[in-house]
């Protein structure tokens, strides 16, 4: 009498049953602590906008900074980090660099679980949120715009902007090449250039900097450290120091 086992086939199928089955577990166990994560980091920044706002009532201001570990007496005994905390994994907060009374403030991060319906609804792209997907500001903040004095887009140590691209070289007048006779019989008349003006309010001499329009009157940039810029009044553009605005140069009127 022969003992009846599983055979070849049926033995790959339950090893392939098996393998989905430990596979699909583990992706479930690995959302669910992606989730967890975020939730901390929903929860955090929640409560960092209510301590905010308790010390905006105190000092008339919100701080100038607020990083990971920070003591922030007696409001917080220290700043929360986010359970990652590294590189976009970080909370970014984001003031005004003019002045020391901060009027505003954005808190940024990122979700790690990419379907979270909350980033669509909150609308964060790189241009509007740089490396994040996620933030709480201030009631005064209304859009994702960028704010009068902010370094925009954010980026936290480790993550770099963009490099700013160099604007066209802008062919004065507008001047087009003289042909050049190809010989025949008798010269030919050269034919009269008519100067264009093209009004392009980018700087002669940088890169990156806004317009000035719903700015207040002053010029924003986008890296760190650059220098401050204010607007020309002439034609709406945006002047670093020492530089002459390329639609005055082209004859803005």
């Known amino acids: 009498m022969k003992?009846?086992?599983?055979?070849?086939?049926?033995?790959?199928i339950v090893v392939?049953?098996?393998?989905?089955?430990?596979?699909?577990?583990?992706?479930?166990f690995h959302l669910q602590v992606l989730k967890g994560r975020d939730a901390k980091r929903k929860a955090d920044l929640a409560k960092l906008q209510t301590t905010l706002e308790d010390y905006l009532n105190d000092n008339d201001c919100y701080p100038a900074s607020l990083e990971c570990n920070q003591d922030f007496l007696p409001y917080l005994?220290?700043?929360?980090?986010?359970?990652?905390?590294?590189?976009?994994?970080?909370?970014?907060?984001?003031?005004?660099?003019?002045?020391?009374?901060?009027?505003?403030?954005?808190?940024?991060?990122?979700?790690e679980n990419k379907k979270d319906p909350i980033i669509e609804k909150i609308g964060c792209t790189s241009s509007t949120c740089g490396p994040f997907n996620y933030?709480?500001?201030?009631?005064?903040?209304?859009?994702?715009?960028?704010?009068?004095?902010?370094?925009?887009?954010?980026a936290p140590p480790g993550v770099p902007l963009p490099t700013p691209t160099s604007p066209p070289t802008p062919t004065p007048?507008?001047?087009?090449?003289?042909?050049?006779?190809?010989?025949?019989?008798?010269?030919t008349s050269t034919p009269t250039p008519t100067p264009t003006f093209i009004p392009t309010p980018t700087p002669t001499c940088g890169v990156g900097?806004?317009?000035?329009?719903?700015?207040?009157?002053?010029?924003?940039?986008?890296?760190?450290?650059?220098?401050?810029?204010?607007?020309?009044?002439?034609?709406?553009?945006?002047?670093?120091?020492?530089?002459?605005?390329?639609?005055?140069?082209?004859g803005w009127p």
């Open 135 to 154: 933030l709480v500001a201030s009631a005064n903040v209304e859009f994702l715009t960028q704010q009068l004095g902010e370094i925009y887009p954010p």
């Open 16 to 28: 392939t049953i098996v393998g989905m089955l430990t596979l699909l577990a583990l992706y479930a």
């Open 77 to 111: 005994s220290a700043v929360p980090c986010d359970p990652v905390n590294g590189r976009a994994n970080i909370y970014y907060y984001s003031v005004s660099q003019e002045g020391t009374c901060k009027r505003w403030y954005k808190i940024f991060t990122t979700l």
């Open 173 to 187: 007048g507008g001047v087009t090449s003289t042909p050049t006779p190809t010989g025949g019989a008798g010269p």
């Open 209 to 250: 900097w806004f317009t000035c329009l719903g700015q207040g009157g002053k010029c924003n940039v986008s890296y760190e450290g650059a220098p401050g810029a204010v607007c020309s009044s002439t034609c709406n553009g945006c002047t670093a120091p020492g530089c002459v605005p390329s639609c005055l140069v082209q």
């Open 3 to 12: 003992d009846k086992g599983f055979s070849l086939i049926e033995l790959l």
